[in-house]
């Protein structure tokens, strides 16, 4: 038996006999002793640099569990690179090297490319969060269950929570005036992202985020696109870029992917299980909330402090990246599987995104009348 094993099999013991133990408590004791049964501690990794916003919102994650769990559950979190690399936590988690992830989907869209579905495909309307909601009522978690535990028979299950803002086309050392100005450009980004952009012309390169400032002062990259203000400024995409250009379809409706190894998930107690589940349904609310502050803070000091000229992306560029999805579809979906989940993701979108934009009032009218000459788009 090899040493990932001889852990495995020890933390399933370990899990097993502190549930039995709850169990012998909670007969003996009242109610209020039952949160000293014998603590849980479990390794957690993010695919993030423990300086990313990211790592923290995944420490915000940590902090409400454990509080949560009353002393019963305590979690081990530590950054990128630290037990595995930021592209292999999927892997850690199947393995048992890890209990638990905090990453994106996109990163481990070479297994199978419909995994970059849930969270870095084409965009049919619908919004982060209303692609979330697909995923808890319109099918889409059952679609991600099919495509990790079946298709590619990974030990682990999946979860998702912050639905993200749109992200940026990205950072530019001249601003892009039309598609045609892609060409042959050395990009950054991940997942289907990537396929969108060689489609269009670029030549892309598929990085973690703490490899992308090094990359661009080498000349091994041209621009390239993170996620967002905050994430982007504390790596410093200031220093090697100026002109940040903002609206983009390649990654417009992602949300962070929780993952945990299945047999550890499934040794829990039932209410351990319940916590950390809701507990990521719960961080969709907080992260975003943090985001919201973060993001248009930091947007602001990357205009006022740091000299960055930000741009709204020109709306021609935008219309070629739903033309060139429109061609990639054709050939992707021949794959049955990922055909299934682009037509679910349609059928959801035509009906939820009919009633919003009915339903909506038009913000950017009443932002405009409040705040004139603000935006110019």
Known sequence: MSDAQSNKVSRRKLLKGSAI?????????????VS???TITLRMQSSWPSSDVFHEMAADYVSRVEAMAGGRLTIDLTPAGAIVGAFQVQDGCSDGVIDIAHTVAAYWYGKHKAASLFGTGPVFGGNPTQMLAWVHHGGGQALYDELVQDILGLNVIGMFGMPMPPQPLGWFKEPVESADQLQGLKYRTVGLAADLFQSMGAAVTQLPGGEIVPAM????????????????????AQDVAKNYMMGSYHQANETFEFIFNKDMFEDLPDELQAILRYGVEASATANYSKAMDLYSSDLQGLIDED???????PDSIMQAQLDAWDQLLEGLTQDEFFKKVVESQRDWCERVVFYDLMAGADYKRAYQHYYPGKIDF
Not at 217 to 236: C, K, Q, W
Not at 307 to 313: A, D, E, F, P, S
């Open 21 to 33: 133990a709850a169990g012998v408590g909670a007969a003996s004791l009242a109610m209020p002793q």
């Open 36 to 38: 000293r049964a014998q």
């Open 217 to 236: 002062e080498r000349g091994v990259l041209d621009a390239f696109e993170f996620n967002n203000p905050t994430s982007d400024r504390r790596f410093g």
């Open 307 to 313: 000299g960055v000229n930000v741009l709204r992306t």
